[in-house]
């Protein structure tokens, strides 16, 4: 697969068509495995690491839904691409900073991603759009059997998937849900919600996952036990309290339209004032400027822009993305590109991102 094609279009989980998808931007499912045969890969040697890849690959492009998959040589590519991938959501950081021979298998809608020799030999995720974890938790079920055909997973009777750590023994599956609470922040209920997450044994994390700061009012909220209770049992865990914050943040929302109208109106107004005029701007403040507009949007005070752009513009604006979308031009200030970018983009000018969306 040419990285290039991933630059020019946007992933099915950022086009905002799922179910409850102005709240919840995405529905995804992990599944942590290690074949049997091979030490985990903390502790194998470069040529253990070869061979995992090696046969993980040929064996994935064997079975009916590898055949639909486009294969990523993660140990080859450039400093840049690794990241690009990460800001995709397609790979992991700790993916693109590992050693030797890796690599990542995605399908055309990026809603299946199989990491090689990332903590784990094998790192199944499905993302879909909005809230879909029923939908995500069927898909994987399939690739996961077929998988499990051509390879022996390393597993106990006792204790379930054998993973290399040990919060990811059992059933190895992360069941997360990336959501967008704005008004929770503004209304300064976020850390009373989170506060009754922990006590549930949830936990929460920002846009790239565990170790990765809240940008935007984006949060993860996903599982923290994997041993003990059944798949199905974590994945309803997470679907019952999905809807429980959904309407926390609606309410907060219409208390912010009925209240602070005015105030409201005038935050999302300067947002969309700067992201369109800025002569240069940083990541974190385009994700908190975006994160206004997107309420804006969806609470009718801005008319003329789709959820589907400013979702595209949230990963677009990312550093490697726009590296990307200059050719590899390194001698532009990245602030100085975003909001020429941005500019372009709000001017009508970014035709081709509009049209992916589409």
């Given at each position: 697969?040419?990285?290039d ?7 099915e989980w ?9 709240i ?28 995992t890849?090696?046969v993980?690959?040929e ?19 450039a ?8 800001e ?13 021979a890796r ?6 809608l ?7 020799n990332?903590?784990?030999h ?5 993302m ?39 919060t990811n ?8 849900v990336?959501l967008?609470?704005?008004?929770l922040?503004?209304t300064r209920?976020?850390?009373?919600v989170?506060r009754?997450?922990?006590?549930i044994?949830?936990?929460v ?14 949060y993860?909220?996903?599982?923290q036990?994997t ?10 865990q ?9 309407d ?7 208390f912010?339209?009925?209240?602070t ?5 005038d935050?999302v107004?300067?947002?969309?004032g700067?992201?369109r005029?800025a002569?240069?701007?940083s ?6 400027l ?5 309420m804006?949007?969806?609470l009718?005070?801005i ?6 752009d ?12 726009l590296q990307?979308?200059?050719?590899g031009?390194e001698d ?9 970018y941005?500019?372009h ?5 970014d ?7 589409n």
């Amino acid at each position: 697969m040419r990285l290039d094609t991933l630059t020019n279009s946007i992933g099915e989980w950022l086009r905002g068509t799922g179910p409850d998808s102005d709240i919840v931007m995405s529905s995804r499912v992990r599944l942590a495995r290690n074949l049997a045969q091979f030490p985990f890969v903390s502790r194998a040697t470069e040529q253990d690491r070869a061979d995992t890849e090696r046969v993980l690959r040929e064996r994935i492009a064997a079975v009916p839904v590898g055949r639909e998959l486009d294969y990523i040589d993660v140990g080859h590519l450039a400093e840049i691409d690794r990241r690009f991938l990460v800001e995709r959501q397609l790979i992991s950081r700790e993916h693109a900073d590992a050693q030797g021979a890796r690599g990542v298998a995605i399908d055309r809608l990026e809603q299946v991603s199989l990491m090689i020799n990332e903590e784990d030999h094998l790192r199944i995720q499905c993302m879909h759009s909005g809230l879909d974890l029923h939908g995500a938790w069927e898909q994987i079920k399939v690739v996961d059997d077929q998988i499990e055909r051509v390879v022996s997973y390393a597993f106990h009777p006792r204790w379930g998937y054998l993973t290399a750590c040990p919060t990811n023994v059992g059933t190895g599956i992360r069941v997360s849900v990336m959501l967008h609470l704005p008004a929770l922040v503004i209304t300064r209920q976020i850390d009373k919600v989170f506060r009754s997450l922990h006590k549930i044994s949830l936990a929460v994390r920002g846009l790239y996952g565990e170790g990765s700061q809240a940008m935007g009012d984006f949060y993860q909220i996903s599982n923290q036990t994997t041993l003990g209770r059944t798949e199905d049992e974590l994945v309803q865990q997470v679907a019952d309290v999905v809807p429980v914050l959904i309407d926390y943040e609606r309410r907060a929302r219409d208390f912010l339209v009925r209240e602070t109208q005015q105030n409201v109106h005038d935050q999302v107004s300067r947002a969309y004032g700067i992201l369109r005029t800025a002569q240069t701007i940083s990541n974190e403040e385009t994700m908190q400027l975006l994160s206004r507009v997107r309420m804006g949007v969806l609470l009718g005070l801005i008319g003329d822009v789709k959820l589907s752009d400013i979702n595209s513009l949230l990963i677009r604006t990312q550093p490697a993305h726009l590296q990307k979308l200059r050719g590899g031009d390194e001698d532009s200030s990245d602030d100085i590109e975003r909001a020429r970018y941005l500019r372009h983009h709000f001017e009508g000018g970014d035709s081709q991102s509009r049209a992916s969306a589409n």
